[in-house]
């Protein structure tokens, strides 16, 4: 097990009041799943939150996103990322992305398998790109009971960045998240070697009251 296992607070329909109690204890990143909401969350929260997207981008959106977004962790196509590259540019930023893969056995979750992953990193396009910092790998897994099939699904997402690390970021310090986990599954995504965990109702209380 890592020494630190990184937590971003999920404070997706949360009010401003909890996200503020969480800062006052310490809490400095937050992930929020829809970009107006971040927008308007954002404005009336200390400057030093680091917020992280955490969910599906459209393109149309990323305009909006790339200027105040920490991290974007939810790169799950070539296409969002190229956007998301050319609307930094513009702007003279680095934009700091985890590529999200689909490692769920469900039809709902977005997501790169490892062909596709691969495919895109060996593209000249992908090459070519200045303002993208590709800072590791995110994924979500089944909504189940079944251990043994988070446990396999989360083994399985550690494989492909393992992969990823020796094939095209051996060299790069930055190249080193592994993002998975929520309330239900933390435990079992931190035993195969997650970096950081997305936490949401354990922190907050259950969204859906
Ligand atoms: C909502 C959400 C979480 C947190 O879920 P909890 O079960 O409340 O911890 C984590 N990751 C993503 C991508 C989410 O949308």
Redesign the pocket.
Known sequence: MPATVKIVA?S?TNPVSAIMEAYSAGQRMF?E?RVHELLQKKDLLPADIEWHM??HLQTNKVKLVVPVAAMIQ?VDSFRLLKTINAEASKINRTVNCLLQFFIADEETKYGFSMNEAEEMLDSDEFRAMQSVRICGVMG?ATFIEDAEQIKREFRHLAECYKRLKSNYYAEEESFREISMG???DYEIAIGEGSTMV?????IFGS?NK
């Open positions: 999920v997706k992930g799943n955490i969910g939810s979500m929520m309330s239900g997305r936490i949401g109702s354990l969204r």
